[in-house]
C-alpha cells in the first residue's frame, strides 16, 4: 500500500511529486528494486545537470514496479483530493495526475482509493470508468465533542457566540449537502 496526503497550505503540489512520493514508497517495499527504476536512477546519478525523470517516466516506473508484486494488485490512497492546489495550473496537474493513475487502474497493477469532497466527484468518475462512488458523513456527536474541544480555549468568543457557532455548524451537517 502507498498512500498521498494533499495538503491545503500546499500551494506548489505537481502530479510529477505525487507520483514520486507513491514510487519511492512501493520501490521502498519491494526486495528487488525493478531494473528499470535502477537504470533511471542511475542514469540521474550521473547526469551532470540532474534533470529530474518526466512525469511519465516516472508514472512508467511506478506502474513497473507495482507490477512487481507477487501479489496484485497494490492499493494506492489518496486523501484530501480536493485540496490538491497548484499556484500555476491546478486543473493541468489535476488532469496530469487522474491520467496518469487512470492508466495504472486500467492495467490493473493498482486499486485507487480517493476521498474528496464532491465537487470533484463527476471528475474522478468520469476519468475512473468503473470507479464506485461512497459516500461518507461525519457522525454528529463526533463533529459535536470535536467543536467542544476546538472552541473551549478560545476565550475572545462568548459562550452565545459560542454556541451559534456550533448550531450553525451542527445545523448544516445534518442537512443532505452532499
Not at 52 to 58: E, I, V, W
Not at 64 to 87: C, K, M, V
Request: proline residues 3%.
Amino acid at each position: 500500500m502507498s498512500y498521498f496526503f494533499f495538503n491545503v497550505s500546499n500551494r506548489d503540489e505537481t502530479a510529477e511529486n505525487v507520483i514520486r512520493v507513491l514510487l519511492r514508497q512501493i520501490v521502498a517495499q519491494l526486495r528487488r528494486v525493478p531494473g528499470e527504476v535502477n537504470a533511471e536512477y542511475s542514469r540521474f546519478q550521473n547526469d551532470p545537470h540532474k534533470v529530474k525523470p518526466s512525469l511519465d517516466t516516472l508514472a512508467s516506473l511506478l506502474r513497473s514496479s507495482l507490477q512487481a508484486f507477487s501479489s496484485s494488485p497494490s492499493f494506492i490512497l489518496l486523501d484530501a483530493y480536493d485540496e490538491f492546489r497548484n499556484a500555476d495550473n491546478d486543473e493541468g496537474q489535476r488532469s496530469d495526475l487522474c491520467s496518469s493513475l487512470s492508466e495504472i487502474c486500467r492495467d490493473g497493477s493498482a486499486r485507487i482509493l480517493i476521498t474528496t469532497r464532491p465537487q470533484y466527484r463527476d471528475v474522478l468518475k468520469d476519468t475512473f470508468s468503473e470507479s464506485q462512488i461512497v459516500v461518507v458523513k461525519g457522525d454528529l456527536i463526533d463533529v459535536e465533542r470535536h467543536l467542544d474541544e476546538r472552541m473551549r480555549p478560545l476565550k475572545r468568543l462568548n459562550n452565545e457566540l459560542k454556541a451559534n457557532i456550533k448550531k450553525a455548524i451542527l445545523d448544516a451537517n445534518r442537512e443532505d449537502a452532499w
